[in-house]
């Protein structure tokens, strides 16, 4: 059972890149899944969620109108679009607790698979 992000990479600012999170062993498309970073010498904090159940979406204000989570075949995808420098991070993907009964998605408590992050650098 594993996960990954993959999809990160250096953009300049205002810049777009498209994450991924695919799974092997199990199937995405019966979790929640979480989108996360992490900054340099800052905490985790988490940036989006999709339902399992009927697609829904969910955004950190930091990033709302600028960043689309979405699913397709299995995978999760995080389409960020007018990159600003502080959305440099490594980002990560997290699979829903189905044995948690909390409705916190954006607390790192409703996750327990995850997997690799990849790095976001956004600079000129």
């Known amino acids: 059972v594993q996960l990954q992000a993959s999809g990160g990479g250096l953009v300049q600012p205002g810049g777009s890149l498209r994450l991924s999170c695919a799974a092997s062993?199990?199937?995405?498309?019966?979790?929640?899944i979480g989108w996360f970073r992490q900054a340099l010498g800052k905490e985790r904090e988490w940036v989006s969620c999709?339902?399992?159940?009927?697609?829904s979406t969910y955004y950190a204000d930091s990033v709302k109108g600028r960043f689309t989570i979405s699913r397709d075949n299995d995978k999760v995808y995080l389409q960020v679009n007018s990159l600003k420098p502080e959305d440099t991070a490594v980002y990560y993907c997290?699979?829903?607790?189905?044995?948690?009964?909390?409705?916190?998605?954006?607390?790192?408590?409703?996750?327990?698979?995850w997997g690799q992050g990849t790095q976001v650098t956004v600079s000129s």
């Open positions: 062993g199990f199937t995405l498309d019966y979790y929640d």
């Open positions: 997290a699979v829903q607790n189905s044995g948690y009964r909390g409705s916190d998605y954006y607390t790192e408590r409703y996750y327990d698979l």
């Open positions: 999709i339902s399992k159940i009927d697609g």
